[in-house]
């Protein structure tokens, strides 16, 4: 027997105009139909038809989907918190806890685009085999990058740790044994570092390609011949055409694209997740989060050109998923996931319905495109019931008093607060000082005699 989510207001992830909602029929976890709008309003309902939820008064609208989120990152506050510290036992225990947290904010799927040891896919696999609540997740491991990429952090003598999220991958022979231990390992995804911050190689800032085209293309091509799709981390208008050309699935960022990259990208219909909300936090409040001012300064610097570049792909048609990078401590898990659809809005000019989607329909393409992201007939009923009109104040949506319902699969889901969980002294690196003492700072000159 059909369930019955009923009345309400539907925004149902494609775009559509709201409507008024009649009702939404669920059954074995799927929609099997979706019956809204003026006409219908006081259609009855089948007899015998059990609701499950009267949405009266409130929105009804898919679970938010997270494109990008690092749920093996433990809240870091900087990148060896990130690799080195905590184990990977603790961390995949921590990270469980972390998607009950993204789940409590009204998201439904998360596409983890790298991190640590197989933590992404043991949280997956726990959630899926129904030991615990938690979002659909699709999930990568470690980065594939190199000498010039992201997550290349350390000095070459040192090298990258175990429990680091980069693969260093210098050489075919590397790459091809990455994705394939990869593939064996369990992976939705591959995630490769198409670019890097190197501020030894590019000292007055912008981002530098990883890899040349061709070895792109063999990391590709092995992905997808082990039926894997792949995303990039690309910032570089260089990375981002390369990556084009080698086929990757979708991208990362695209802060740095001139006017032909971006019409290459727009002409490729490949999607782009820009990721603002770890920089615009930064920008906005990381003298709350402790971010040293010229950091601060640095990322608005990046993010100026980001916007310029950005809203300007977005005018020309690139297609656009939201995504947060939650995991630092600058976006931590459960707080954040719905603010890149307000930066959609407030700083591409999209309007609120499109920002919507882009956080539902289009970021559900990194997780299960044809399965989820939209209130339609024969996708997974994976809904979000609201208080208030997100059209009207789309940033009600990352203000979790305003949830009231969340549904997986049809099945409402726990939504009381988890109890909080301490930190760990040795989850972070053992520092000293923030700054330096100078003996100016602390003693006054004795004045020349
Ligand atoms: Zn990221």
Not at 71 to 83: F, H, K, L, N, T
Not at 266 to 287: E, K, R
Not at 297 to 311: F, I
Not at 316 to 329: E, L
Request: charged letters at 20%.
């Amino acid at each position: 027997m059909s369930d019955f989510i009923v009345n309400g207001t539907l925004i149902d992830g494609t775009g559509a105009e709201p409507a008024p909602l009649r009702w939404i029929e669920i059954d074995g976890g799927r929609i099997v139909d979706v019956v809204s709008g003026a006409d219908n309003a006081r259609r009855p309902l089948p007899p015998g038809a059990k609701v499950i939820y009267d949405a009266t008064g409130l929105t009804v609208m898919p679970g938010i989907v997270d494109a990008h989120c690092h749920i093996s990152y433990g809240v870091a506050r900087g990148m060896e918190e990130q690799d080195l510290y905590a184990s990977a036992e603790y961390r995949a225990i921590r990270a469980m806890w972390h998607a009950g947290q993204v789940l409590r904010s009204g998201v439904t799927a998360i596409c983890d685009p790298g991190g640590s040891w197989n933590v992404a896919i043991a949280v997956r696999d726990a959630i899926k085999a129904g030991m615990f609540e938690g979002p659909r997740i699709a999930a990568a491991a470690r980065y594939l990058t190199s000498h010039t990429g992201l997550a290349d952090y350390y000095p070459t003598w040192i090298g990258a740790p175990k429990s680091g999220v980069g693969a260093i991958t210098n050489d075919v022979q590397a790459m091809l044994t990455e994705v394939r231990a990869q593939a064996k390992n369990g992976v939705d995804l591959v995630k490769i570092a198409a670019s890097g911050e190197s501020s030894i190689l590019s000292p007055g800032g912008g981002s530098v390609p990883a890899f040349r085209r061709e070895e792109l293309a063999v990391i590709v091509d092995e992905a997808h011949r082990l039926g894997k799709r792949v995303t990039a981390h690309a910032r570089s208008g260089q990375a981002i055409v390369d990556c084009i050309d080698a086929g990757v699935d979708w991208l990362q960022h695209g802060d740095f694209m001139n006017k032909d990259q971006v019409k290459r990208l727009a002409d490729s219909g490949i999607p782009l997740c820009p990721t603002m909300t770890l920089n615009m936090n930064m920008v906005n409040w990381g003298h709350v989060a402790g971010c040293s001012q010229a950091r601060i300064d640095r990322v608005s610097r990046d993010m100026e050109k980001s916007v310029e570049t950005l809203s300007y792909a977005h005018r020309q048609g690139v297609r656009m998923m939201c995504g947060t990078d939650s995991g630092f401590a600058v976006t931590p898990y459960g707080e954040w996931h719905a603010r890149e659809m307000e930066l959609f809005v407030t700083l591409l000019g999209m309007s609120p319905l499109q920002a919507i989607s882009c956080g539902t329909k289009e970021a559900a393409f990194a997780v299960d495109p044809d399965g989820i992201g939209s209130l339609e007939k024969g996708r997974w009923a994976d809904v979000l019931v609201v208080k208030g009109d997100p059209v009207d104040d789309i940033a009600l949506l990352q203000d979790k008093s305003c949830i009231r319902a969340l549904f997986k699969g049809g099945a409402a889901l726990d939504l009381t607060p988890q109890a909080p969980a301490t930190r760990w002294p040795w989850e972070k690196s053992l520092e000293i000082s923030h700054g330096e003492l100078r003996y100016d700072a602390v003693h006054a000159k004795r004045a020349a005699e």
